[in-house]
């Protein structure tokens, strides 16, 4: 995992886990016409920092709590999840085009968006076969 100070915040809730600042500095807007390359780069870069797994479903929301040995409590690591799914959401939702961000307005998380995405423009069209093309 890439990640320096520079990339990485306190987690006050869980110290022993803190929370990656994604960063898409050099990420093109993604429009209507770039998906594949926004893609690309938006994978590479979580990759990267270890946090693709927030997007491909290996990392699904945590249960607010836990039981042991009969006794329930609120689960600690559950706010660090959703810090970070947040952390990774903003990220994406900055790369987007003004036009485009109202698409992931309903999405509640990051793979939401993702997948919102991912449905209106990854599906081969005439247009994007044509562009290929040329």
Not at 11 to 26: A, G, M
Not at 48 to 70: C, M, N, Q, R, S
Not at 72 to 98: D, H, M, R
Request: proline share 5%; aromatic share 10%; hydrophobic share 40%.
């Amino acid at each position: 995992m890439a990640t320096n100070s520079s990339n990485v915040i306190l987690n006050e809730h869980e110290p022993t886990y803190p929370l990656v600042i994604v960063s898409f500095q050099n990420a093109s807007k993604l429009t209507t016409t770039n998906y594949l390359a926004w893609k690309l780069h938006v994978e590479a870069i979580l990759i990267d920092y270890g946090l693709y797994k927030f997007l491909d479903g290996t990392h699904p929301a945590l249960t607010t709590i836990i039981t042991t040995e009969g006794t329930s409590s609120p689960n600690p690591v559950y706010l660090t999840w959703v810090y970070q799914y947040k952390l990774i959401f903003g990220a994406i939702v900055g790369t987007l085009s003004s036009t485009l961000s109202p698409l992931v307005s309903t999405a509640k998380t990051a793979k939401d968006a993702y997948d919102i995405l991912a449905q209106n423009f990854a599906r081969p069209s005439c247009g994007h076969i044509k562009q290929l093309k040329d």
